[in-house]
């Protein structure tokens, strides 16, 4: 498989891993915490990547495909889910450090999360606005565990 260059730096995020989402008001409280699985694989031989991320209502079962323009620093990323959500984020990944972001007038979000150097583990927040970014408030924790070994040579 040729992966495309403009994606080559996302491939320390490719595996399955195990999510848990966790200190969410939209939770029954903040102790509450989700678990599920995502899997983040090369589709199309390597021309773009797919998250997929788990089967049930809490958090809703959700794929995200993301892509870049070679000529553009950052990356697209086209966000869908069972309840029928969907979304377009703005997103960077540059030495371990993951941001996504997309800016409304009616519901902004941004993730920042950090992969750990051994590509074990990435710890992430996300934020939300109502208020077209003036204000921003914590929405939710998300970490992920890698359940398989890094793949060296993709």
Sequence with gaps: ??????????????????????????????????????????????????????????????VWI??????????AVLYADDR????????SFKDSDWQMWRDTAEFSQRFHAQLD??????????QKSTDQGATWEHDFNIDYTREDAPDPNP
């Design 84 to 91: 029928g959500v969907s979304r377009i984020y703005r997103m």
């Design 66 to 75: 993301i892509g870049r323009d070679e000529s553009e620093p950052g990356y």
């Design 1 to 62: 498989m040729s992966i495309n260059p403009a994606l080559a730096d996302l491939q320390p995020l490719v595996g399955r891993w195990r999510m848990e989402l966790y200190n969410a008001a939209f939770l029954p409280d903040r102790a509450t915490r989700v678990a599920g699985s995502v899997k983040i694989d090369w589709i199309d031989d390597g021309r773009a990547l797919r998250m997929r991320q788990g089967d049930s209502a809490h958090p809703p079962a959700a």
């Design 117 to 126: 150097p051994d590509t074990r583990t990435v710890r992430g927040r996300w």
